[in-house]
């Protein structure tokens, strides 16, 4: 089993350029996850998949963040315009069930955006 | 408007001592906790969980511990071994409410 897989591991970017986080979950896992890490705020929830489908979005900060699953084994997310205060580590995590709490995580990729 | 908090950033213990993790939350739905762990360069991994029927859960080396009244849980490795040098961050859910994270707390087991 390959686990979560995201690309890229590490992305450096300038203010203002856009930004595309791919993940691919576990094969059969029906919820995704997209989580934010930063030093103050731990591990923050941006957004959630049940069966390719957006179910709680509240997490995303600004209009500037979108995210996408097309099919159960590909999603994106896309921060346009990008801004500094955006670098973090963005991790993405699969689970069998939107209410399984035991999630599987990515490795996770490295933000930084001068 | 944090609702899992970790208050300790880091944690020194040496080898072979117990390892004390603490966090605390504020939500008073959440009825289901975990410890994940979390190696660099690497995502987290589920460590231990705990339902709020329960107050103590063991699996190994690992015990989480709950007080529902003081809205606090504990993590206890014993005893402490150097792989066990990580970041622990405290999860809970319940409700509406989808998986909190607290800030995680970075420990170092000292040979």
């Known amino acids: 089993d390959a686990g979560v897989i995201q690309s890229p591991r590490h992305e450096v970017t300038e203010m203002g350029q856009e930004v595309t986080l791919r993940c691919k979950p576990i094969?059969?896992?029906?919820?995704l996850f997209w989580y934010r890490q930063t030093m103050m705020r731990g591990l923050e929830l941006l957004i959630y998949?049940?069966?390719?489908?957006?179910?709680?979005d509240s997490g995303m900060p600004e209009d500037r963040f979108s995210a996408k699953m097309p099919n159960a084994s590909f999603s994106t997310l896309k921060i346009q315009p990008s801004e500094p205060r955006d670098s973090a580590v963005y991790f993405c995590?699969?689970?069998?069930?939107?209410?399984?709490?035991?999630?599987?995580f990515g490795s996770g990729t490295q933000l930084s955006v001068l | 408007d944090q609702q899992v908090k970790q208050n300790s950033p880091s944690l020194s213990v040496q080898e072979g001592r117990i390892s004390i993790l603490n966090c605390d939350y504020t939500?008073?739905?959440?009825?289901?906790f975990l410890w994940y762990k979390k190696y660099p360069a690497e995502g987290p991994t589920f460590l231990i969980s705990?339902?709020?029927?329960?107050d103590k859960n063991e699996d190994g080396r690992f015990t989480v511990f709950l007080n529902k009244s003081a809205k606090h849980l504990s993590l206890h490795i014993v005893p402490s071994q150097p792989g066990d040098s990580a970041v622990y961050f405290c999860?809970?859910?319940?409700?509406?409410?989808?998986?909190?994270f607290g800030q995680g707390t970075r420990l170092t087991i000292n040979p």
């Open positions: 939500n008073s739905m959440f009825d289901y």
């Open positions: 705990i339902s709020s029927i329960k």
């Open positions: 094969s059969g896992h029906n919820s």
């Open positions: 999860a809970a859910s319940g409700g509406a409410q989808k998986l909190v």
């Open positions: 995590a699969s689970s069998w069930t939107a209410t399984n709490e035991k999630l599987f």
């Open positions: 998949f049940n069966n390719n489908v957006p179910i709680d």
